[in-house]
């Protein structure tokens, strides 16, 4: 029989362990004579009992194995362990606060049957959701699909399924500040999607404050684009056109055709636009630099140079 790993990050969820872990039963037990599941939990430096309560999980079933942190790493730290440490031929990735409907995982392994490497939860905006995170959501993924290379669908979540070939080719991955479903997308391979609404948080308050999802969406430009690292030479282009423009205007009128507009500059303001031409040049010096930091950053974060599509059986 294949197998499929669930992978839920948990951080100050005690309350909500039980229940979820009674939800996945009920709805893996039709699925149990055609698969084997194992559950991860990974307690990320919790505060409260989350751990404790996954334990007892732990001690009651073996398919059931808990990956512990030190301290509070991140969410997106917590879920590449789980990709690091599940063994199933599928992982499925949800949160511990019930408010991915779990109803829904056989649809999500029924696409991942007919063929599909990546099933990803597209989340239907919630009159609950803040207008801050909704117009937030909004411009972050309208610049990010800007500057990236890499297209990151609108409302994307972590809820969703990925095939074993995947899961190998994410382990590859060295960076540390990372968006997880944003490599997820840059690695391709065939996706199909499901759409959802999010079911009410059963207990406990969200912990993602709006500077956290503030910091992601920082390092989600700079993990997945290096537009922002040349965008002081593209500025620097722009302001040594426009001033060049400008002074050679000023100059032709000034000596040698007598122009109205022109004659109306005085030297010191001449003064200023060939300052702000020299600003310019620097600035595209800075970006002929960022050129330079760019090759050295591909580099370093060791990306493969290439993923192959592995060709696989579909029942």
């Known amino acids: 029989m294949k197998s499929i790993s669930f992978i839920i990050p948990a951080y100050n969820e005690s309350a909500n362990i039980a229940p979820l872990y009674e939800k996945l039963q009920s709805v893996l037990e039709p699925l149990r004579d055609r698969y084997m599941f194992e559950i991860l939990f990974v307690n990320d430096g919790s505060e409260d009992t989350t751990a404790k309560e996954i334990r007892k999980i732990v001690n009651q079933d073996t398919r059931v ?61 919630s009159k609950s959701d803040t207008w801050i995170k909704r117009v937030g959501g909004k411009i972050f993924y309208s610049i990010l699909n800007k500057i990236s290379d890499t297209e990151i669908i609108p409302n994307a979540t972590d809820f969703r399924l990925l095939d074993r070939a ?46 956290k999802l503030t910091k992601l969406a920082l390092h989600s430009f700079m993990s997945l684009s290096l537009f922002p690292l040349k965008m002081a030479g593209y500025i620097g282009i722009l302001i040594t056109t426009l001033s060049l423009l400008s002074g050679t205007y000023i100059f032709l009128g000034k000596y040698f055709f007598k122009w109205y507009w022109a004659l109306t500059f005085s030297d010191s303001e001449d003064l200023a636009i060939f300052i702000v031409f020299l600003v310019g040049i620097i600035l595209m010096s800075i970006g002929l630099i960022s050129l330079y930091i760019a090759n050295i950053h591909e580099e370093v974060i060791k990306r493969p140079l290439y993923v192959i599509r592995k060709n696989r059986s579909i029942q």
């Open 166 to 211: 995947v899961i190998d080719e994410f382990n590859r991955f060295t960076e540390t500040k990372r968006l997880t479903r944003g490599l997820i997308d840059w690695l391709g391979f065939k996706r199909a999607y499901i759409h959802f609404k999010a079911n009410d948080r059963l207990h406990g308050t969200a912990t993602y404050s709006v500077w």
């Open 65 to 125: 194995k808990l990956i512990d942190f030190s301290r509070n790493f991140g969410k997106e730290i917590a879920t590449t362990a789980g990709l690091h440490h599940c063994t199933g031929d599928a992982c499925m990735m949800l949160d511990a606060d019930l408010q991915h409907p779990a109803e829904l995982i056989p649809d999500f392994i029924t696409k991942w049957e007919e063929g599909f490497d990546v099933i990803i939860g597209i989340r239907e905006e």
